[in-house]
């Protein structure tokens, strides 16, 4: 059986910065996979480094000044925003229980995953109405009791006389891309922008 050979102290540390630094969602689970030590060892080198456990940390995000969703109630939103900027991104994240599961498998009933996605696609946008008008989604993996789902919304374009936005949904677990979606989210701010008023969704 072939030894695999520690990297030094230092050197790990700056790799749990850094990757922390780019996802501080990262479970201590998966940075014993990335880092090849024990759970234990990842422990300690938080204490080391100063670097709260992730509960901790997605208190300190959620804490953080961000924009107040305008197109939902914060209990319609699926999973906890922990970032929001309108009209731009967002960020929620959604721990898997035993309720979103089917028994048998442990597996997550894909329309939990989907509910994440399509309730931050509608969030991020600057409306107080806003109404998803068509999604194209496609699920990358299955999702599993105990895992967080990351969700990721970026608008990317208006379109018709900004009655509508397109908005991009990426979902991780880890590191993981386990979902994909491409929202097209009616708002009404355009269709009273437009002469005579319609109040009629477009939903080609």
């Given at each position: 059986?072939?030894?695999?050979?520690?990297?030094?102290?230092?050197?790990?540390?700056?790799?749990?910065?850094?990757?922390?630094?780019?996802?501080?969602?990262?479970?201590?689970?998966?940075?014993?996979?990335?880092l090849k030590v024990s759970i234990q060892t990842i422990r300690l080198d938080r204490m080391e480094l100063g670097?709260?456990?992730?509960?901790?940390?997605?208190?300190?995000?959620?804490?953080?000044?961000?924009?107040?969703?305008?197109?939902?109630?914060?209990?319609?939103?699926i999973g906890e925003i922990v970032d929001l900027q309108l009209d731009k991104s967002g960020i929620s994240i959604f721990e898997i229980q035993k309720e979103h599961v089917f028994s048998r498998t442990g597996i997550a009933r894909g329309h939990h995953v989907f509910a994440q996605a399509n309730s931050l696609a509608v969030a991020?946008?600057?409306?107080?109405?806003?109404?998803?008008?068509?999604?194209?989604?496609?699920?990358?993996r299955s999702v599993r009791l105990g895992e967080k789902c990351i969700a990721k919304a970026f608008v990317r374009s208006h379109s018709g006389g900004k009655s509508k936005a397109k908005v991009e949904v990426f979902t991780y677990v880890g590191d993981e891309m386990v979902f994909q979606g491409h929202f097209v989210i009616f708002r009404s701010a355009g269709e009273r922008a437009n002469e005579g008023g319609s109040e009629r969704a477009d939903r080609d």
């Open positions: 059986m072939p030894i695999i050979e520690r990297q030094p102290k230092k050197q790990r540390h700056q790799q749990l910065l850094r990757i922390i630094e780019e996802n501080p969602f990262v479970t201590d689970r998966e940075l014993t996979r990335l670097i709260p456990e992730l509960r901790e940390r997605l208190k300190l995000m959620a804490e953080r000044s961000y924009d107040a969703v305008r197109s939902l109630q914060l209990d319609e939103v991020v946008i600057n409306d107080e109405i806003a109404l998803t008008s068509a999604a194209d989604i496609r699920f990358l």
